[in-house]
């Protein structure tokens, strides 16, 4: 008997990095899957590569496509065991140049969005099952850049301190994943250009304490552990960043 035989589980922003990283070891382990995406090419790649699991165009910033979510998951797997809230959307702009437009799409993907999904989703979670929520590590203090972004995910640590209030009574935990510079194809700023990229990776190397980046393989082991195993905590935020906002030098 596989890891996962027997558990059904919901992974939004589920068809590239780390989400992606965490659909295929569940399928891998036997789980039955929803798994959310917005690009169609993802989409289909993610459907070859994750087998018998439902794939869903899905926008976490549109309430109506979350309700949408909502029913196909009761359709398609009926009660869920763990349910990874991975999507969002990352726009690195000095704070004299974020338009409104970009504010409100950071603010609606990563926080809105997060907080509508448990929501909506919260009722088909059974008793005792889990919840876990990427933020990043910049999630915590500031950087130039990174204002909206880090508003954004502080925000979203701070639903999961309420979720984890609000689910208590029906045994569901919620905690957090919080990575700092890892290893996935976009860096984590889809809009970014390649140029860009490697910059971002250089500067990540430099200021980690670890002098490297994290593998998705790292994070995925994380959440896993978050989702399965830390049995006994709820509230919580694991920082996977090699030592990043941890007051190491």
């Known amino acids: ?41 993802r989409l289909d790649a993610a459907r070859r590569s994750l087998g018998g699991a439902h794939l869903v165009r899905s926008d976490a910033a549109s309430l109506a496509d979350i309700d949408a979510l909502r029913e196909t998951v009761a359709r398609a797997l009926g009660r869920i065991d763990f349910l990874f809230v991975n999507a969002g959307v990352a726009t690195l702009e000095p704070f004299e140049a974020v338009s409104e437009a970009s504010y409100d799409r950071m603010f609606a993907v990563n926080a809105k969005g997060a907080f509508f999904t448990v929501q909506r989703l919260a009722p088909l979670l059974r008793d005792g099952g889990s919840i876990v929520l990427t933020s990043s590590v910049a999630d915590e203090g500031g950087e130039p850049g990174m204002t909206v972004y880090s508003g954004s995910k502080a925000a979203l640590r701070s639903f999961a301190s309420g979720f984890a209030a609000e689910l208590m009574p029906r045994g569901i935990r919620v905690n957090v994943v919080s990575p700092g510079f890892i290893d996935t194809p976009t860096m984590g700023v889809a809009s970014a250009t390649q140029e860009e990229r490697e910059a971002f990776r250089k500067i990540g190397d430099e200021v980690t304490p670890m002098r490297r980046h994290g593998s998705v393989a790292e994070v995925v082991s994380a959440v896993l552990f978050l989702a399965f195993d830390a049995t006994y905590t709820t509230g919580a935020k694991l920082r996977v960043s090699g030592g990043l906002g941890e007051g190491i030098t």
């Open 1 to 41: 008997m596989t890891r996962f035989e027997g558990v059904r589980a919901v992974v939004t922003g589920g068809t590239h990095g780390m989400g992606l990283g965490v659909a295929e070891a569940l399928a891998a382990g036997g789980a039955q899957l929803v798994v959310t995406g917005r690009d169609e090419a």
